[in-house]
């Protein structure tokens, strides 16, 4: 059994080819066109696909998004409104399961399916990026919500005193942690620091504004992990992303956060960590729909 | 069929005996002796049952408490810690299913099985009381967590700057919104009201301090139901509780909060309502534990 596995952003657009085991097979990518992305997508899954039969397929799309539907607004890419990409792909591929979720959500899918929380049933895999997302998994199962939308952890509000948020709200943890947000903060603060990874190199080398700044974002993060566990139960949060990647900066006020704020009894065993899987996370969450879908998707 | 239903409290004990739909055909309660309640407890339940033949027990129970396995140590029952409550009713109704579960737990399975939350999939229904508790159903199942624990909603941070909570960290809801803390910061500003009955009295009547602390309570509830409503993708969050009862006073602050911070698309028809059933609800949703497992209950 193969499946066809989708990975839609705003910069890239990734697919691949990935057997019953969640091994990728074999891979394309294509930049995304923001105005017109369809042409160079179908033509990037024709020449990977070929005449190969596929037995479903699974995709991580950026949101907002109408789920289980799949029609799709993604925020960076302005030329797919209500674009029905559930529907056109099931078009192309006729007869088989054709699934497609957050990408955030599938993030969270790869690593408890074959990730750092494989086997761990109460879990969080977050995204700490240009954006904060997530996805839930609890008593083995992906939390899908009402609308799809479960996962949305990036506005669970870490600071009432915060920033202003792009969702209208004060103090989301996006609108703090966010890598955009803490390079901005840094900024104020005198850095000369242009994008998130400058600013990581800057805090390696000890800047005092650059470590600042990654301490205030992850303890943001860290806080936030810790009430979302006690709310959930949870037994483990994985924190990906490009911000996750600024390491003790960022990691060391992080877990501090946790254990001054997970303190109640059963949450003394809670892990955070990094993720299992480098940056085909996305493509094993999306084919995971498919292959292993008892546990990932409960839509029609 | 018909189920034993247990709500366990600090203050009393109740029982009933319940039919297939939720129905209490008779019920009895007795003051909690927190030294030692058992005896009290199976006299009650031996009067209650009699000859009759129950088809299974369902027990709603204050935590902290092993789950599954229904060793519980409540912390006002200073008699019981890790009273093996499950076990010991299991040799009294031998050959027929008996669960236990937290009673806020127990509070939201009424609420989704024969309150205001029938046929709602994602929702929390929580308690606002002497401490702030609640359950949470997503996809139209119980959330149980690692551990049983899921619904802790009263350690989600409503304000990071305040006060110590019991638990050891700051700013929980509970510590802020919980009666008696509504109290003390009332009569921290001169309130001479001595419970929240009285201090719900006072704000009737327009008194400003009462109305001030259970506006500071109200909204801290609604902030934190708006996050947790983004978390989750929820659709309705039911308020109960002896604080719920307090009325205007404490539900216009909280609606004006959960509107200002519920603003994510897919949150606008998000639901903040009273319960549905009133002093039984524990007892309903003990008996759902059996009567409607397939939804209420994952494990052995």
Request: aromatic share 4%; net charge negative; with cysteine.
């Amino acid at each position: 059994m193969t499946v066809l596995a989708i990975d839609i952003g705003g910069t890239k657009m990734a697919a691949a080819v990935v057997d019953d085991d969640g091994n990728v097979l074999r891979r394309d990518r294509t930049p995304t066109v923001p105005a017109d992305p369809w042409p160079t997508f179908v033509a990037m899954l024709d020449e990977l696909v070929a005449d190969e039969q596929v037995d479903g397929v699974g995709i991580g799309c950026g949101g907002p998004m109408t789920w289980p539907s799949g029609e799709v607004s993604p925020l960076n890419i302005p030329g797919w409104r209500d674009f029905p990409l559930r529907a056109r792909l099931a078009e192309r591929y006729p007869g088989v399961p054709v699934r497609l979720h957050n990408d955030a959500v599938a993030v969270a899918i790869a690593e408890h399916w074959r990730g750092a929380a494989q086997g761990v049933d109460n879990m969080i895999g977050m995204v700490v990026s240009t954006g904060v997302g997530g996805g839930i998994v609890s008593g083995g199962r992906i939390l899908d919500g009402a609308t799809g939308n479960a996962g949305h952890i990036g506005h669970v509000v870490a600071d009432p005193a915060g920033p202003m948020c792009a969702c209208g709200a004060r103090g989301c943890l996006e609108a703090i942690a966010r890598g955009p947000a803490t390079v901005a903060w840094a900024r104020e603060q005198g850095s000369e620091a242009m994008d998130g990874p400058a600013l990581a190199r800057l805090a390696a080398d000890g800047d005092e504004v650059a470590m600042a700044a990654f301490a205030r974002s992850g303890e943001a993060v860290g806080r936030v992990i810790a009430w979302c566990a006690a709310l959930l139960d949870l037994e483990m949060v994985v924190v990906g992303g490009g911000l996750a990647q600024a390491g003790p900066p960022l990691w060391e006020p992080m877990l501090a956060a946790v254990r001054e704020q997970a303190v109640l009894p059963f949450l003394t065993e809670l892990r955070v960590v990094a993720p299992g899987l480098g940056g085909d996370a996305g493509l094993v969450g999306a084919a995971a729909l498919v292959l292993a879908g008892e546990r990932y998707w409960s839509a029609d």
